[in-house]
């Protein structure tokens, strides 16, 4: 008998002693990190950044295919016994000599996952990962000029580009409310004072919002550089007009966190078949929150209508798509994107 077949007779009694689990459950206790699992993270350590925002250093698992700067991963969390899905930017330099990688998790008001992974994660916690993914990255050909246009959490994809890259000519501008909220703030001066990076900070609890017309007089030869820009929609909103008017569009690559609502509808009584709940939504809630807040188990991944993680299939009644306002009407087979999509009157969702 072949080694082969010997194995595969062992691995069914195992399967006839172990049941009704599987030897690779036992073997997930064991070494879930382990080649050929399902991929998993280990958490190793929580770094705190400011008062809330924290750098997570993750340990992932032997299947891990590693990421370009400027990428996110989706993370699957436990939070109160649920699984939670969510997506966050990496911030780890790609060759890292320990392999360990880490995401910059700012917690928000009532943000389930962020809150917990800032103010509850612990070492040794396994999360699940999925594989890096984005397109908001650098070229191959690195730009002679680079203009960096960040607010809040939105410097954590470029401080991935900054830890692998050195560029030779790099503005950053960032906007936070107070000094202290600045993310990575020692690190920016730091590269700032080595002359890797040419920084300035506009708190907008004294500033006020940054005013994007500013930028002739902060970096008069902004439409000469290649822009990343990654922060709330409303200044990459001001930034798509201002590139757009000055012809320059094709320079300015952006990163949303959350799509930019352009249409809302009326709402209505949201029903979950599956788990039985009915709850009232307004025309504005994505049906990924309201599933969220309800307590519904639902599928979740980029929350920007990208990825398609969070497709649900729409058994009854009508959504709307916030982007651009068109009406999804339920029929056979009917799948809608929950993260970008609003109750357009009562509906049902089957989860």
């Known amino acids: 008998m072949t080694s082969t077949a010997l194995r595969s007779r062992a691995w069914k009694l195992l399967e006839m002693v172990t049941t009704p689990l599987l030897p690779s459950d036992y073997l997930d206790l064991v ?14 350590a929580v770094h705190p950044e400011t008062r809330d925002a924290a750098t997570i250093v993750i340990r992932p698992g032997r299947g891990w295919r590693g990421h370009t700067p400027g990428q996110y991963v ?8 649920v ?42 916690t396994l999360i699940q990962l999925d594989q890096a993914t984005g397109d908001f990255v650098l070229p191959q050909a690195k730009p002679a000029k680079v203009l960096y246009l960040t607010a809040g959490s939105g410097i954590t994809p470029v401080m991935g580009m900054l830890r692998n890259t050195d560029f030779d000519d790099a503005v950053m501008i960032h906007s936070a409310p107070q000094p202290q909220d600045v993310i990575f703030r020692d690190e920016l001066h730091r590269l ?8 300035t900070e506009v708190h907008t609890d004294t500033h006020g919002m940054l005013d994007i017309t500013r ?4 970096v008069p030869d902004w439409a000469e550089r290649e822009t990343w820009a990654c922060g709330p929609a409303g200044l990459l909103d001001a930034a798509e007009k201002h590139w757009s008017e000055h012809g320059v569009p094709e320079r300015l690559h952006t990163e949303r966190f959350r799509p930019s609502i352009v249409a809302a509808g009326d709402g209505g009584q949201v029903t979950f078949s599956t788990t039985g709940r009915t709850v009232d939504a307004d025309g504005t809630t994505p049906l990924l929150d309201v599933g969220d807040e309800a307590g519904v188990l639902m599928p979740s991944g980029c929350r920007m209508g990208i990825c398609f993680g969070c497709v649900s299939p729409l058994k009854a009644g009508a959504v709307r798509d916030l982007r651009t ?27």
Request: charged letters at 30%.
């Open 74 to 81: 989706r993370i699957g969390v436990d939070v109160d016994g």
């Open 192 to 199: 700032g004072a080595a002359g890797k990076l040419r920084l």
């Open 325 to 351: 306002g068109e009406i999804t009407e339920a029929e056979p087979g009917v799948l809608i994107q929950t993260c970008v999509s609003a109750a357009a009157g009562p509906c049902d969702i089957e989860r």
């Open 83 to 124: 699984r939670l899905w969510r997506a966050y930017s990496l911030t780890s330099p790609t060759d890292r000599p320990d392999g360990r990688v880490t995401i910059t998790v700012k917690a928000i008001p009532d943000g389930k996952v962020s809150n917990h992974l800032v103010r509850r994660a612990k070492p040794g």
């Open 215 to 218: 930028l002739d007089e902060l």
């Open 31 to 44: 070494s879930p990190l382990r080649a050929g699992a399902d991929l998993r993270g280990r958490i190793e």
